[in-house]
């Protein structure tokens, strides 16, 4: 196996275990959030954290333009061309940081215009909002040396160091709320851990590439320049978009239906952002190696990987699809109370949304590593306005179940078909059908194992224990019939065999230290 199967593991390993404690201090924080502060809070919380969402759309993709250019040179040790790549990465985002700060300061005076009713319990909103604004803004000024970890496939590095510095602020965040009960001294422990946790990445890049020092940097070569020209210009579309769609739900809920159902679909959002961060990590930790493979290898091994990355999507978010729509109702119950769930057809939005866009990542995260920006960059074009108008009429009849169905309607009308038609005729010279076809099968597959797994999850209801029995039941059931429909695959066979690898390195490294 090769070395960018080592650098998998390593970064899945990182990704795994540091991810487990951070969650679960995640959720105790959130319940003591909620505990002391209240649902408002909460609710503005998630406000102002899309606000600034939609603020980061003058990124405009810079940072994945930047990435792609530096996977060859990171893999052909180009120092030179990585020095030069870098200091433009640096001066790029510290314009980027002050000018999210700058307009983001300008909205001050107009907060109101994003809520409904603007809650009156709650003192110093517009310090608060401050203290959001510069903890976003500054968090560009050292962030940009994480994409050279990135590239060269050492993402575990990252992760840990965000790890350790997250887990050590939201102690002390903790601590705060308990002793003081003040959501300031919250929200400006948040921004001094973000500023840590990447001004200690960066001194930690400095150090395992100390070239990175030196004052001689090269000029950017023209052709490097015109790429990424044509890159962030690309780019910038798919940000706006990626911002637009899926930055602006608490926003237009606030906006029409009110403040409070922002704080309770925030709960349910952290739980999918908790298995999206995870997976994201995992995907991360991928595609560095197949922005190293695309660089190097033939189109046959390209299109191998990515099957076998579908196939490995498939599996993941479909089981964790089942696992949500199962399990959502009574964990909600038993970590916050039955006054914090949605409907049970929000909560169908909700999981379906998640499968959807979850499944984009494998075509989204190859049509990236080869640098296939441009082709599709029109497609944010037709599928925000269909956003907002389907979102915006549909909320006021349905709430917050309107704005999600606007989400999902207007991503499967645009960009569910027109990604995977660019990245087949402009990546693999193939027949896009192909891909559909795949995907209608791995989707019944997971409507049927959930179909099962639901089965068995209603013999009991009610209490810890039923939900125990339940995630028991959504731990090994989906996972038995996939096993069972896909064992013969030539993608499970490919998958089987880097797991066995895997597993023969962690066993060979336990008797060298016994």
Not at 135 to 146: D, E, P, V
Not at 260 to 269: F, R
Not at 300 to 317: C, G, P, T, V, Y
Not at 360 to 372: F, H, I, S, W
Request: aromatic share 14%; net charge positive; with cysteine.
């Amino acid at each position: 196996m090769s070395r960018r199967v080592d650098n998998i593991f390593k970064n899945v390993r990182s990704t795994v275990f540091t991810q487990i404690p951070l969650v679960l201090v995640s959720f105790f924080v959130r319940r003591m959030f909620i505990h002391i502060l209240g649902e408002q809070y909460l609710g503005l919380n998630g406000l102002f954290s899309n606000i600034l969402t939609v603020l980061s759309v003058a990124e405009l993709g810079f940072g994945s333009s930047v990435t792609f250019s530096l996977y060859k040179p990171v893999a052909t040790d180009d120092r030179e061309t990585v020095k030069s790549l870098m200091r433009l990465y640096r001066r790029a985002y510290t314009v980027i940081g002050v000018l999210i700060i700058a307009v983001g300061l300008s909205l001050t005076p107009f907060l109101d215009i994003f809520v409904k009713e603007m809650p009156e319990g709650i003192a110093h909103i517009e310090l608060i909002y401050v203290l959001h604004v510069l903890n976003s803004g500054l968090s560009y000024f050292f962030s940009y040396k994480a994409s050279l970890l990135f590239a060269d496939q050492k993402k575990y590095v990252e992760t840990r160091i965000r790890t350790y510095v997250k887990l050590g602020g939201q102690m002390v965040q903790l601590m705060l709320l308990i002793a003081f009960k003040n959501y300031i001294l919250y929200v400006v422990c948040m921004a001094l851990t973000s500023v840590a946790s990447n001004l200690w990445i960066s001194l930690t890049a400095d150090r395992m590439y100390p070239y990175l020092k030196e004052k001689d940097v090269k000029p950017l070569k023209d052709e490097d320049k015109s790429v990424i020209k044509k890159n962030v210009g690309a780019m910038a579309f798919h940000r706006f978009g990626s911002v637009a769609v899926f930055g602006t739900d608490n926003i237009l809920m606030a906006k029409f239906v009110s403040l409070a159902s922002v704080g309770l679909y925030s709960n349910y959002v952290m739980i999918t952002n908790v298995l999206h961060q995870m997976l994201n990590r995992f995907y991360e930790d991928i595609m560095a190696s197949v922005g190293n493979l695309n660089a190097l290898e033939s189109r046959e091994r390209k299109i191998k990987a990515f099957n076998s990355q579908n196939f490995m999507s498939a599996w993941l978010f479909g089981f964790c699809s089942i696992c949500l729509w199962h399990l959502f109702t009574p964990f909600i119950s038993l970590w916050l109370g039955e006054e914090y769930l949605l409907s049970r057809w929000t909560e169908a939005i909700i999981v379906v949304n998640f499968y959807v866009s979850a499944m984009r990542k494998p075509v989204y995260n190859t049509k990236d590593a080869m640098g296939l920006f441009w082709n599709d960059r029109l497609v944010p074009l037709f599928e925000v306005p269909l956003n907002f108008v389907i979102s915006i009429v549909l909320a006021k009849p349905l709430g917050i179940a309107g704005v999600l169905l606007g989400t999902l309607i207007s991503m499967v009308l645009v960009p569910f078909w027109v990604e995977p038609v660019i990245l087949y005729r402009s990546g693999f010279g193939e027949n896009p059908l192909k891909y559909f076809i795949r995907y209608a099968g791995y989707t019944a597959v997971t409507a049927a194992a959930g179909l099962i797994t639901g089965l068995i999850c209603n013999i009991f209801t009610g209490g810890l224990l039923a939900f125990v029995y339940k995630a028991a039941v959504c731990a090994v059931v989906p996972n038995a019939v996939f096993y069972v429909v896909y064992r013969r695959t030539e993608e499970f066979g490919y998958l089987r065999g880097v797991c066995s690898h895997l597993i023969s390195k962690i066993f060979k490294r336990k008797n060298e230290v016994e």
